[in-house]
């Protein structure tokens, strides 16, 4: 095992505390909130739990929930990724667009296609995760500013490419198969999202990787003097998160069957909005995988209930943005009561 520096082990110590049992901890409020919504959902409004609702709510958690975890990643650093929307959409631009041009070019072989297809899309996507990584890390500057840029040149790319115009013609196995497929009833992305989490909450609790992030995340300024390899995570933490927003660009593509430059649009947002809910503290140094991914759930299921009751869209955004202060609320009063701990 790995040792931490002295000056670091109160910051390490902090993400690794028992459970705060007080109530603003999104440990306890959360599940409580999504039980209360689930149930209230299942008594009064029948169109919930039906079969088609739950299969299409169950796809909308997975994309959000992939998403998401990237954005905690780089928030336990203490910084923020505003480029995960324009990303999803560069990734499925790009698959859509290598698929059909490895289609014409050795026609049958799907499987290839869409091998070659995939892998370019999380290529792409991990190289622009790189550059904000590098930029964040070498030069100091804001990540707010640094993924903000990104967001402006990644979205234009995305539509200079595509001229605004959908991809279509990609091969029925991977739209059928990857995008609509189920096993026993359940998408293959929600598999691909609870084996995230899973690998995810393994290496925050087991691994070299997990107890630097948050080392780095909880002091920063000690983590450079102690000589731990700010720069290496810090780059490494920005490429997995787009590689993770690359595959909910591909996952999405395959589900809507067209490259499109405008998809993934509200990941931004709403990335953001599932870690502070989920109580990924905003000063960096803290946050669960497990929690960010009930925290996905929870904001899927209000919308799809806002959905099913009609509620107008302007009014939706209102609701989300009174959730959202709500959750920051509370993790400023957890921060204050860590503080006078």
């Given at each position: 095992?790995?040792?931490?520096?002295?000056?670091?082990?109160?910051?390490?110590?902090?993400?690794?505390?028992?459970?705060?049992?007080?109530?603003?901890?999104?440990?306890?409020?959360?599940?409580?909130?999504?039980?209360?919504?689930?149930?209230?959902?299942?008594l009064?409004?029948?169109?919930?739990?039906?079969?088609?609702?739950?299969?299409?709510?169950?796809?909308?958690?997975?994309?959000?929930?992939?998403?998401?975890?990237?954005?905690?990643?780089?928030?336990?650093?203490?910084?923020?990724?505003?480029?995960?929307?324009?990303?999803?959409?560069?990734?499925?631009?790009?698959?859509?667009?290598?698929?059909?041009?490895?289609?014409?070019?050795?026609?049958?072989?799907?499987l290839?296609?869409?091998?070659?297809?995939?892998?370019?899309?999380?290529?792409?996507?991990g190289?622009?995760?790189?550059?904000?990584?590098?930029?964040?890390?070498?030069?100091?500057?804001?990540?707010?500013?640094v993924?903000?840029?990104?967001?402006?040149i990644?979205?234009?790319?995305?539509?200079?490419?595509?001229?605004?115009i959908?991809?279509?013609?990609?091969?029925?196995?991977?739209?059928?198969?990857?995008?609509?497929?189920?096993?026993?009833?359940?998408?293959?992305?929600?598999?691909?999202?609870?084996?995230?989490?899973?690998?995810?909450?393994?290496?925050?609790?087991?691994t070299?990787?997990?107890?630097?992030?948050?080392?780095?995340?909880?002091?920063?300024?000690a983590?450079?003097?102690?000589?731990?390899?700010?720069?290496?995570?810090?780059?490494?933490?920005?490429?997995?998160?787009?590689?993770?927003?690359?595959?909910?660009?591909?996952?999405?593509?395959?589900?809507?069957?067209?490259g499109?430059?405008?998809?993934?649009?509200?990941?931004?947002?709403q990335?953001?909005?599932?870690?502070?809910?989920?109580g990924?503290?905003?000063?960096?140094?803290l946050?669960?995988?497990?929690?960010?991914?009930?925290?996905?759930?929870?904001?899927?299921?209000?919308?799809n209930a806002?959905?099913l009751?009609?509620?107008?869209?302007?009014?939706?955004?209102?609701?989300?943005?009174?959730?959202?202060l709500?959750?920051?609320?509370?993790?400023?009063?957890?921060?204050k009561?860590?503080?006078?701990?």
């Open positions: 095992m790995s040792t931490i520096p002295t000056s670091l082990q109160g910051a390490v110590a902090r993400a690794a505390r028992p459970p705060d049992r007080r109530f603003w901890s999104a440990r306890w409020y959360l599940p409580l909130l999504l039980l209360l919504l689930l149930a209230g959902l299942s009064g409004e029948p169109r919930f739990l039906s079969s088609l609702n739950l299969l299409n709510l169950s796809r909308n958690v997975s994309y959000l929930a992939i998403a998401s975890v990237g954005q905690m990643i780089v928030m336990i650093l203490g910084g923020m990724d505003l480029s995960i929307g324009v990303v999803v959409a560069l990734s499925s631009v790009t698959t859509a667009i290598v698929m059909n041009l490895v289609a014409v070019w050795w026609p049958g072989y799907e290839l296609a869409i091998a070659v297809a995939i892998g370019a899309a999380l290529t792409i996507s190289f622009v995760g790189f550059l904000n990584g590098l930029c964040v890390a070498k030069t100091g500057a804001s990540a707010f500013i993924t903000l840029g990104a967001f402006s990644v979205n234009g790319i995305a539509y200079y490419v595509t001229a605004g959908p991809i279509y013609g990609m091969p029925a196995s991977f739209t059928n198969g990857l995008g609509r497929g189920t096993a026993a009833g359940i998408p293959y992305s929600v598999f691909a999202a609870i084996l995230l989490t899973i690998v995810i909450a393994a290496v925050q609790r087991r070299r990787f997990g107890r630097y992030l948050y080392a780095i995340g909880g002091n920063p300024h983590a450079r003097i102690s000589g731990l390899p700010v720069i290496r995570y810090t780059v490494f933490a920005y490429t997995l998160c787009s590689l993770l927003a690359g595959l909910t660009g591909v996952l999405l593509t395959a589900r809507v069957g067209a499109q430059a405008n998809l993934g649009a509200e990941f931004m947002l990335s953001i909005a599932v870690a502070v809910v989920a990924v503290s905003l000063r960096g140094g946050g669960r995988v497990e929690i960010v991914f009930l925290s996905a759930v929870f904001i899927t299921v209000l919308a806002m959905n009751i009609r509620i107008d869209s302007k009014v939706q955004t209102i609701v989300f943005g009174v959730v959202l709500a959750a920051v609320f509370l993790d400023r009063r957890k921060a009561g860590n503080d006078h701990a």
